[in-house]
């Protein structure tokens, strides 16, 4: 009986390791394509600056939005409409930091101001930052910072405020890679 029982350890030992020999011998041995697996190299940061603005800001002053450029570069230009640009780049060609800021400054020769009429100044801007997978889902936010603002203003009051330049965003981001 005793021999019959060390009989069947060995045979059960002989199916536990063939299997495992068996698959080990089928391994492709072709090293002509690596796996990378580098998160890095895959994954995509989407950046968006937006900005919104009531219609009396773009009568009443130049809107001038400066924003980080794919090239890490700043851009400045003056807009006469609101605007929403993204770009997508691989994080690892992302610039180091993002920055968005807009200002209005004050017209040369504005149109004259009309006692009575209530202006708006309602204005809104964001700079976001987002990962995104490699076929362009979205992952994760990793910075965005909105503002809004419900503003009125007429007569006087806004004749005065027409000699300004108003700062109306300033945001900006550093993308760790």
Known sequence: MKKNSRFF???????????AAILTSCKDNDDDDPVVDDSQVTLKVKIT???????????????????????GNSETKIIQENQE?????????????????????PKDTPPE???????SL?????LSVVTMTEDGKEVTALFSEPTNAT?????????????????LYNRSYSIKK
């Open 151 to 167: 503003l009125k203003s007429g007569g006087d009051a806004f004749r005065q405020a027409l000699q300004k330049e108003r700062q």
């Open 122 to 126: 309602d204005h809104s801007a964001n």
């Open 85 to 105: 640009e993204s770009m997508t780049l691989f994080k690892n060609e992302a610039p180091d930091t993002v920055a968005f800021k807009v200002i209005a400054k």
């Open 49 to 71: 600056y937006s900005v919104d603005l009531a219609d009396t800001w773009y009568e009443f002053y130049n809107v001038e939005i400066t924003y980080t450029g794919s090239d």
């Open 113 to 119: 101001v009309e006692d009575g009429k209530v202006y």
């Open 9 to 19: 350890l060995v045979l059960m030992a002989i199916f536990a390791i063939t299997p």
